[in-house]
């Protein structure tokens, strides 16, 4: 069982979940309950328009604000949901109920297909294919006579609940926010879990995910299948709410409307999407009757003022409104376990074990021969450090070492199996560990939720078990790790901290940690010590040697050669991509051909 975390690495103040503090969310409950008692019939329905289309809004900032995704079609999906239920309730008599579960399905299916190709796509590449296909779907909803063509389908049935249809619009504005609710507590589970942090870390740290044992690609797919998912849920409601369909609703304009709705309110945070929704929704009722009688003549003004507001923020608020609001608010202290079960650890190697062999590992790049027939071996218990002259190629053997890039020729076998071919993430749930030689950290997260990250293989919560919070004891499990590594590295005091407002210094070291709660048998450290003062060195030096006591074996590339002189067992010099010389420190000091490479033949 794992100690208890200390309480001191827990100060109030300072919160590690993105979720609004619990007055907001009372307040927000008893206005949701109370409205419909207060307001007229046609505030009330326009509040059921603004459910319907926080539901949207919540997927693009899944797929958009957080994991970067940019995407410009949900509308369409919202009226594959819409048309399901309107073909299948008007023209076969299913229940609408039953139709819900297969718009649900049918959505997936199409969701996993444009997800496949699209996905794979990137920068601009990405949202011009959603505007494709969402253009595509539009006019199949427009110009198929089985969908009613561009008239749309009439006589959709309402929603009946225990024998009670739901004809009355105050009525079906319960069922609508019920909706908005249970996804947004859903969503805000996922994001504040482990699967959360990978999801947030596709959004510029890809790479950092695939070395931790995440599969980026399909957590992109599932987040674009969620996202998708919540538009048809939204479309089913507004079939029955409406209780007719014609394709106006789900076209470009509308999609763009929506990314809009994400933006304004905070693409990165879940209640930002329902803010976002009221404040264009009521914005758009209020300029539709307000811009015609001020500029004298008629027209889709909207769009233009909207267009306008969203240059605004980018300009004034790239964050949206909802973090400007949040940071008024007292936070409160994270929740801390008291005794939290500990993680699987990875099955420790032999001493003197032979950990890692490199045969002969070239790797090419066009005409340019980057790493050229390097072979070394690492056993078990040791500090190997890789040196050499900038542009050596030492970064790239790094990358090649941990499956980060693919090798052009020669093997890689880690504990005797063969990982030459296995991308990076297969090769992390192996028991190895890394840092970066150019710091790559989510500066957006506190030093405890970076430092979970360190943990993603150790842990097996998937989208599913996050949404309905059942991963919380492996999150206490998580935390934990992450809490005793960074009071390991002495950052134990800024843990509630963004990693952002940390010196570079401190955020090397935050990275050790990282890989540390990844519990890692071979460790690769590049470059550990760069920004580091001596006082930090010293005690970065002592915490290398501890964790070679403890059974880690260490790769370490560094250019401070006093640190790596008195910590490696053995060196392994390169020069121009190729192995210039190999053995102790006190044999590489006098070795002519590495005298040459440093300093020129000067003694």
Request: one cysteine or more.
């Amino acid at each position: 069982m794992s100690a208890p975390i200390p309480p001191s690495l827990a100060p109030a103040g300072h919160s590690a979940r993105r979720s609004p503090r619990p007055l907001i969310l009372l307040a927000s409950v008893i206005a949701v309950l109370l409205a419909p008692l207060l307001l007229s019939q046609f505030s009330v329905t326009l509040l059921g328009y603004i459910g319907l289309f926080s539901l949207i809004a919540m997927g693009l900032v899944l797929l958009t604000g957080v994991a970067g995704s940019t995407s410009f079609g949900q509308a369409a999906f919202m009226g594959v949901g819409a048309y399901t239920t309107a073909v299948l309730t008007t023209r076969y008599g299913f229940s609408p109920w039953w139709t819900l579960l297969i718009a649900l399905g049918v959505t997936s299916v199409v969701a996993l297909i444009l997800g496949a190709v699209t996905l794979r796509m990137q920068g601009h590449y990405l949202p011009l294919a959603t505007i494709a296909w969402g253009i595509s779907l539009y006019y199949l909803f427009g110009n198929s006579e089985a969908l009613g063509g561009f008239t749309g389908l009439r006589e959709i049935p309402a929603l009946s609940v225990f024998g009670y249809a739901l004809t009355d619009n105050r009525a079906y504005y319960y069922l609508i926010w019920l909706c908005v609710g249970l996804a947004a507590w859903g969503a805000q589970n996922l994001l504040s879990s482990r699967t959360g942090r990978a999801i947030r870390a596709l959004r510029g740290g890809a790479v950092v995910a695939e070395s931790f044992g995440a599969n980026t690609f399909a957590l992109r797919i599932q987040t674009f299948l969620l996202a998708a998912l919540l538009a048809c849920l939204a479309g089913w409601l507004y079939a029955h709410f409406q209780r007719f369909v014609n394709p106006t609703p789900f076209g470009l304009a509308q999609g763009i409307e929506f990314l809009f709705m994400a933006v304004v309110g905070g693409a990165g945070h879940i209640w930002g999407a329902i803010l976002g929704a009221a404040l264009l929704t009521l914005l758009r009722d209020e300029l539709q009757d307000i811009l015609p009688a001020l500029l004298g003549q008629s027209g889709d003004f909207v769009t233009v003022v909207f267009g306008l507001l969203v240059i605004l923020m980018l300009q004034f608020a790239r964050q949206g409104l909802w973090p400007l609001i949040d940071r008024l608010v007292p936070k409160g202290a994270p929740r801390i376990a008291s005794a939290p079960e500990p993680l699987p650890s990875h099955p420790k190697p032999q001493a003197g074990e032979e950990l890692l062999r490199v045969e002969q590992a070239v790797k090419q790049f066009g005409g340019l021969r980057a790493v050229s027939g390097v072979s070394f071996t690492l056993h078990a218990g040791e500090i190997l450090g890789l040196i050499g002259p900038n542009g050596a190629g030492k970064s790239t053997m790094f990358n090649l070492v941990s499956g980060v890039s693919p090798v052009t020729s020669g093997r890689v076998l880690l504990r005797g199996q063969d990982v030459t071919r296995l991308p990076s993430r297969a090769i992390a749930r192996r028991g190895l560990g890394r840092t970066f030689q150019h710091v790559r950290l989510f500066p957006e997260m506190t030093l405890v939720e970076n430092t979970m990250m360190g943990g993603y293989a150790r842990a097996r919560a998937g989208v599913v078990a996050s949404m309905l919070h059942l991963e919380r004891r492996e999150e206490d499990s998580l935390q934990a790790a992450a809490l005793r590594q960074l009071e390991r590295v002495g950052l134990s005091e800024q843990a509630w901290l963004q990693a952002g407002n940390l010196p570079l210094g401190k955020q090397r070291l935050l990275e050790i940690a990282r890989a540390l709660v990844h519990d890692p048998v071979l460790l690769l450290l590049d470059e550990p010590a760069a920004g580091l003062r001596f006082n930090e060195k010293q005690e970065l030096s002592a915490l290398l040697r501890r964790l070679r006591d403890e059974g880690v074996t260490i790769l370490l590339v560094e250019h401070d050669m006093d640190l790596v002189m008195n910590l490696a067992d053995r060196l392994v010099v390169m020069n121009y991509g190729e192995k210039l010389a190999e053995g102790t420190p006190e044999a590489i000091q006098q070795h002519p051909a590495v005298r040459e490479a440093y300093l020129g033949g000067v003694a």
